[in-house]
């Protein structure tokens, strides 16, 4: 089981930062709740910890012991940056291993691909929760709340998605996780034929498995479009 603390920044009385009618709390929040929603109903064997799951304050000194003492593997936070720039950015502690700078950069490249911001790179810090946690941790900076452009792709839901699942991808690389496997029956219709078919899905296999053939001579090939009934 690996055990993946999420930290959503600021909260409560700890706005963060602010801009374009935005506030930096509410956004890591919907950021933060969307990663734990699609690791636990994608993937296996993982645990999800929040330092917080609604809208209340939380100290940094709280979030780095709530982590500790679950024993994390690893140390998520995100935050919205401010100040006037642009663009995506991550960091972790000035002392980090190697292996923690690993992580940043999987976290890093995954994140991008899926990100239509600027790459401003992956960078070291001395902040807090990046030093107290006794786990390889990162922080992720995701665009500027006072700037136009940025403030204007954090206002939409689809944006704010595909960060949350460039973190996810991030992580299932990190964990070697594995995607849950699904089936789904379908009825299919070949020619004047219908068959029952159930499907698997899963990271590795997406295997056609015949559950009710009712001609011998009938094989799906890879590319073969097929009329669902
Ligand atoms: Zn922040």
Redesign the pocket.
Same mark, same amino acid.
């Given at each position: 089981m690996v055990k993946i603390f999420i930290d959503p /920044?600021?909260g409560g009385s700890d706005s /963060?930062?602010l801009g374009y009618g935005l506030k930096?709390k509410d956004l890591?929040l919907t950021i933060a709740t969307r990663i734990r929603s699609i690791l636990l109903a994608e993937y296996n064997d993982v645990s999800i910890l929040m330092s917080r799951m609604k809208d209340e304050t939380v100290t940094l000194t709280q979030r780095t012991n709530a982590a500790n003492t679950w024993g994390a593997d690893y140390f998520l936070s995100i935050?919205?940056n401010a100040g006037g720039g642009t663009g995506y950015e991550d960091f972790v502690y000035q002392g980090s291993n190697t292996r923690a700078v690993n992580y940043q950069t999987n976290m890093h490249n995954e994140i991008m691909k899926l990100n239509t911001l600027t790459d401003r790179g992956q960078k070291t810090a001395n902040f807090h929760v990046l030093r107290e946690s006794r786990m390889p941790a990162i922080l992720t900076?995701n665009g500027f709340i006072d700037t136009n452009s940025d403030a204007a792709l954090l206002k939409s839901a689809s944006h704010l998605d595909l960060v949350a699942r460039g973190h996810v991808n991030g992580l299932v690389k990190n964990f070697n996780l594995t995607k849950k496997v699904t089936t789904v029956q379908h009825t299919v219709v070949n020619g004047d034929t219908v068959y029952a078919l159930s499907l698997q899905y899963g990271s590795t296999v997406q295997q056609i498995k015949e559950w009710n053939k009712l001609d011998s001579s009938f094989t799906i090939h890879a590319g073969q479009v097929l009329r669902v009934k």
């Open positions: /920044g600021h /963060g930062a930096e890591t935050h919205i900076e």
